[in-house]
């Protein structure tokens, strides 16, 4: 129970030569020419576009169409590379909320994940607490959702980590979580960039353990 606790005040808070090769002489021997009653120059259709979206969910190709249209809208954008970037940017917003450093916090998230985040970390400093929260391992950061609002885009990132966080007292005592034992948390995180703008750096705007609902563009 103390575990789910701090999870949960954690989320209110906020909200990766073969061997067959063929003999030279075969190598020499000249293509064989088209068959009989074949045409020069036919072209062997390719599977359309339709046959392979057939295998995805729609959900997926949903998701598919969404960062197709960000990175139409944004030139830079990777979806690749931006989970690796969420990946950095969860493990240094939960250390930093940890820390009380609000100067990180406010260069990485919105407005109202900060207010948030600041009342928190005040409540902790006037009772004398302290928090000490690491990330053991994240296990994953996959980009689940996403939307395109005009020129804002919209990013979802699910996080599945084994974090080790607990409180202490002003005499250093425990008194919520573990200091040593890891507790796996599953998160939603959604990051926000105005496609328009000449900041490349994304917010966090918003935080969940459920995943949200699937939004199509305005």
């Given at each position: 129970?103390?575990?789910?606790?701090?999870?949960?005040r954690?989320?209110s808070?906020?909200?990766?030569?073969?061997?067959?090769e063929?003999?030279?002489?075969?190598?020499?021997k000249?293509?064989?020419?088209?068959?009989?009653?074949?045409?020069?120059?036919?072209?062997?259709?390719?599977?359309?576009?339709?046959?392979l979206?057939?295998?995805?969910?729609?959900?997926?190709?949903?998701?598919r169409q969404?960062?197709?249209?960000?990175?139409?809208?944004?030139?830079?954008?990777?979806?690749?590379?931006?989970?690796?970037?969420?990946?950095?940017?969860?493990?240094?917003?939960?250390t930093?909320?940890?820390?009380?450093?609000?100067?990180?916090?406010?260069?990485?998230?919105?407005?109202?994940?900060?207010?948030?985040?600041?009342?928190?970390?005040?409540?902790?400093?006037?009772?004398?607490e302290?928090m000490?929260?690491?990330?053991?391992?994240?296990?994953?950061?996959?980009?689940?959702?996403?939307?395109?609002?005009?020129?804002?885009?919209?990013?979802?990132?699910?996080?599945?980590?084994?974090?080790?966080?607990?409180?202490?007292?002003?005499a250093?005592?425990?008194?919520?979580?573990?200091?040593?034992?890891?507790?796996?948390?599953?998160?939603?995180?959604?990051?926000s960039?105005?496609?328009?703008?000449?900041?490349?750096?994304?917010?966090?705007?918003?935080?969940?353990?459920?995943?949200?609902?699937?939004?199509?563009?305005?």
């Amino acid at each position: 129970m103390i575990a789910l606790f701090i999870i949960l005040r954690l989320r209110s808070v906020l909200g990766t030569r073969t061997g067959n090769e063929r003999p030279p002489e075969e190598l020499k021997k000249p293509l064989p020419g088209p068959a009989a009653g074949q045409r020069d120059g036919v072209v062997v259709p390719l599977p359309r576009r339709a046959a392979l979206e057939a295998a995805l969910s729609p959900a997926e190709i949903t998701l598919r169409q969404a960062l197709t249209e960000i990175s139409l809208a944004d030139g830079q954008f990777d979806a690749n590379e931006f989970a690796e970037g969420a990946r950095q940017a969860y493990e240094m917003i939960i250390t930093g909320f940890a820390k009380g450093d609000r100067e990180l916090l406010r260069n990485m998230v919105g407005d109202e994940v900060y207010a948030n985040f600041d009342a928190a970390i005040t409540e902790r400093e006037t009772a004398g607490e302290s928090m000490d929260t690491r990330l053991a391992a994240i296990s994953e950061a996959r980009i689940t959702h996403a939307v395109l609002r005009g020129k804002i885009a919209e990013v979802t990132v699910k996080f599945t980590a084994d974090m080790i966080s607990c409180v202490r007292n002003a005499a250093g005592e425990v008194i919520q979580g573990h200091p040593s034992l890891p507790q796996q948390v599953m998160e939603f995180w959604t990051f926000s960039r105005d496609t328009g703008s000449s900041d490349p750096n994304w917010t966090l705007i918003a935080s969940s353990p459920d995943a949200p609902d699937m939004v199509s563009k305005d």
